[in-house]
């Protein structure tokens, strides 16, 4: 209520029409979505990295532009952190001496596994920044199972059954499952479901029937976005449950090894990591 108040305000007194949040609270997604359906604000843009880590950035731009760079262009994605060569994995896959193979088409593979309810962790290229794995380090699985969210709670990631996931659908069908989605590009502004659509993916719904999307253009990320569409090509419905690639407290995982070894922590049925593949019996 504060926030949507504050919002209001800068909109009926002073004009504002696009409005742009940084902080710890602009975590909250409820909260991001309200202030965008309530304020009557245009547009609302949430820093993917809102938290005390996130003003690194700021600093960073107040300088640059000091120097005379331009900070104007639009953060189109996150995926600034490292990344890891095909040769740099299998040299750690041989080190750890573990059981993989090779495979040509990582996103083809992995939708295969989420048709058939397998959970699978995703690393693919650079790392993302901010707390929201988006198609980088992820932990995936299809939503269309409505048992999928306990099991991903219960065996993956070791927290309470009520917490939610967050689904990351190509841009192309937002419009058809949600009402309002708005940019969505960070999982970091809620919106609600379409009542026709919700029993179609029920592992991604929150009790107030709404989502918390990532809405995966073509062009940012597209072995992602394949991984999706191959998905919707097998269930109907492209889009998929995801979450961080890490168990509860913690953080999300960065190399190779680090994938590997939470791989075998947990209830997880298959890793695919660059080219590779690792499956438990």
Same mark, same amino acid.
């Given at each position: 209520?504060?926030?949507?108040?504050?919002?209001k305000?800068?909109?009926?007194?002073?004009?504002v029409?696009?409005?742009?949040l940084?902080?710890?609270?602009?975590?909250?997604?409820?909260?991001?979505?309200?202030?965008?359906?309530?304020?009557?604000?245009?547009?609302?843009?949430?820093?993917?990295?809102s938290?005390?880590? #996130?003003?690194?950035?700021?600093?960073?731009?107040?300088?640059?532009?000091q120097? #005379?760079?331009?900070i104007?262009?639009?953060?189109?994605?996150?995926?600034?952190?490292?990344?890891?060569?095909?040769?740099?994995?299998?040299?750690?896959?041989?080190?750890?001496?573990?059981?993989?193979?090779?495979? @040509?088409?990582?996103?083809?593979?992995?939708a295969?596994?989420?048709?058939?309810?397998?959970?699978?962790?995703?690393?693919?290229g650079?790392?993302?920044?901010?707390?929201?794995?988006?198609?980088?380090?992820?932990?995936?699985?299809?939503?269309v199972?409505?048992?999928?969210?306990?099991? *991903?709670?219960?065996?993956?990631?070791?927290?309470?059954?009520?917490?939610?996931?967050?689904?990351?659908?190509?841009k192309?069908?937002?419009?058809?499952?949600?009402?309002?989605?708005?940019?969505?590009?960070?999982?970091? *502004?809620a919106?609600?479901?379409?009542?026709?659509i919700?029993?179609? *993916?029920?592992?991604?719904?929150?009790?107030?029937? &709404?989502?918390?999307?990532?809405?995966?253009?073509e062009?940012?990320?597209?072995?992602?976005?394949?991984?999706?569409?191959?998905?919707?090509?097998? &269930? #109907?419905?492209?889009? *998929?449950?995801?979450?961080?690639? @890490?168990?509860?407290?913690?953080?999300?995982?960065? &190399?190779?090894?680090?994938?590997?070894?939470?791989?075998?922590s947990?209830?997880?049925?298959?890793?695919?990591?660059?080219?590779?593949?690792?499956?438990?019996?």
């Amino acid at each position: 209520k504060a926030a949507v108040s504050l919002a209001k305000k800068l909109v009926n007194n002073y004009g504002v029409e696009n409005i742009c949040l940084a902080g710890g609270v602009a975590m909250n997604c409820k909260m991001n979505g309200e202030v965008l359906r309530q304020s009557g604000c245009k547009e609302i843009f949430v820093q993917p990295a809102s938290s005390d880590g #996130g003003t690194a950035l700021g600093a960073a731009m107040i300088v640059a532009q000091q120097v #005379g760079d331009n900070i104007r262009n639009p953060l189109n994605h996150t995926y600034y952190g490292p990344e890891f060569s095909n040769a740099e994995i299998k040299s750690t896959l041989d080190m750890a001496k573990v059981d993989y193979e090779e495979v @040509n088409d990582p996103a083809e593979l992995a939708a295969g596994l989420l048709e058939e309810g397998k959970m699978v962790s995703w690393f693919q290229g650079r790392m993302e920044f901010g707390a929201r794995a988006l198609g980088g380090r992820s932990i995936l699985a299809s939503p269309v199972f409505p048992e999928i969210k306990l099991k *991903v709670n219960k065996e993956v990631k070791y927290r309470e059954d009520w917490r939610p996931f967050c689904p990351s659908m190509i841009k192309e069908v937002s419009e058809k499952y949600l009402v309002d989605p708005g940019d969505g590009k960070f999982m970091i *502004v809620a919106c609600p479901i379409k009542q026709d659509i919700k029993e179609q *993916v029920p592992s991604i719904v929150h009790v107030d029937d &709404t989502v918390r999307p990532q809405l995966v253009s073509e062009h940012v990320n597209p072995l992602f976005h394949s991984l999706i569409s191959n998905l919707g090509k097998k &269930t #109907g419905s492209p889009v *998929v449950l995801n979450t961080s690639f @890490n168990v509860r407290s913690e953080p999300i995982i960065c &190399t190779p090894l680090e994938a590997v070894r939470c791989f075998y922590s947990n209830g997880l049925d298959a890793l695919i990591v660059g080219n590779f593949l690792l499956k438990k019996k």
